[in-house]
């Protein structure tokens, strides 16, 4: 069984923390390492106006799965605790 996902790709600002959003694109997942799996790949592959240094993956209801900063490969990750 699958699962619907937005993936949401963010520049950031260091100075005051704003995001700005320059992607967004839905996919279907296995599940959440499935989906953290998609959006790394997405990350590489999209055409965005920039290069993204956040992610954020939610449900099809909205509900955020997972948060990121992309560097290279995720180093600072979040997971929302049920």
């Not at 700005?20 to 790394?40: N, V």
């Not at 956040?54 to 997971?79: P, Q, W």
Request: cysteine-free; aromatic content about 4%; glycine content about 4%.
């Amino acid at each position: 069984m699958t699962m619907k996902i937005v993936v949401e790709f963010y520049r950031t600002r260091a100075a005051d923390d704003a995001h700005a959003l320059i992607g967004r694109e839905a996919a279907e997942a296995a599940d959440l390492d499935d989906a953290i799996e998609i959006a790394r790949r997405l990350a590489q592959t999209l055409n965005m106006p920039q290069r993204p240094d956040a992610m954020m993956i939610a449900d099809a209801k909205g509900a955020k799965l997972y948060s990121g900063v992309l560097i290279g490969a995720v180093i600072n990750e979040e997971r929302p605790t049920s």
